[in-house]
DNA sequence: TATATATTTGCAACCAAGTTGCGTTAATAT
DNA sequence: ATATTAACGCAACTTGGTTGCAAATATATA
């Protein structure tokens, strides 16, 4: 995976720090915070500076934000093709009771909602919680 | 509905902010938030007076948190016998993109999701996002 | 390659939501 | 009527996130 491509393709500088911060993604099977973003990739970098990549990444289409259990602010990479400004999920979402990890998950049928009682549904999201693969046994 | 009596059954004292805390929520047919409480109910209550009963309400099951539009903590009536630490909920909820309520919506089935890849699934989440009928115009 | 332009960064300061400690007041139990 | 316990109010703090602005760095253009 040519990072520095990726970056390009989304109209963002290559710059150390959003190097760095697009690996970290690739090397994640999960998703991450600003916070695990400070510790794991950049200690060195500003909070503000963080903050700011990620919004850049998720306008650009790189990153889509996913429930957390704590409502913090949390990020996935896209899995498809998604462009600026026009994000396209359609997947569920896992909060692991064990870890507080979120992932997603692709081979959930996410249930089409009729309108109800005056309610238009244009959207519909599921989101799963229990144990992940690593937190099955506790 | 007498809600002295519900204060009282559900173990707590029933104080001029509380009952009107109460009588809010059997007024709302949607949810609130901490700081809607405050402007509707109680402005001269104390933020943390309000806080502090959102948690006491939420514990003796008489309310539950709702998902809401910008990651607020946001609380809604409990429909069926919940009881301390004993919420039994199992009902879609529904964000308006209008006015950014969230409605609990009992008539739409919750779908029961199968363990996948090393995930155990304990629970399923259902969020639902659109227009309310107020809103369904927009 | 030099220079202009646009993006990214770092710092400081700020804001909003929510929490904690503690002394005082008010409600229930005896 | 009084003791006990729950609720309140205040001040101070914490965490997550934002804004403004100047300095640094990356890309485009000559």
Redesign the interface.
């Known amino acids: 995976m040519d990072l520095e491509l990726v970056l390009k393709e989304h109209g963002l500088r290559k710059t150390t720090f959003r190097k760095e911060l697009l690996h970290a993604f690739y090397n994640s099977n999960s998703s991450l915070t600003a916070d695990e973003v400070k510790t794991k990739v950049g200690e060195s970098a500003d909070r503000v500076t963080v903050y700011r990549a990620l919004d850049a990444f998720e306008k650009k289409g790189l990153i889509h934000r996913v429930p957390d259990k704590n ?1 913090l ?1 949390r990020y996935a990479l896209c899995q498809s093709k998604c462009s600026t400004d026009a994000h396209s999920h359609n997947h ?1 979402h ?1 909060i692991c ?1 064990g870890c507080d990890e979120t ?1 997603c ?1 692709e ?3 996410i ?1 089409v ?1 009729r ?19 690593s937190c ?1 046994d506790s």
Chains 1, 2 share one sequence.
């Open positions: 409502n602010t569920a896992f009771n992932y998950i081979d959930v049928e249930p909602v309108n109800t009682k005056g309610f238009v549904i244009k959207k519909s999201k599921l989101t799963l919680e229990g144990n992940c693969p099955a």
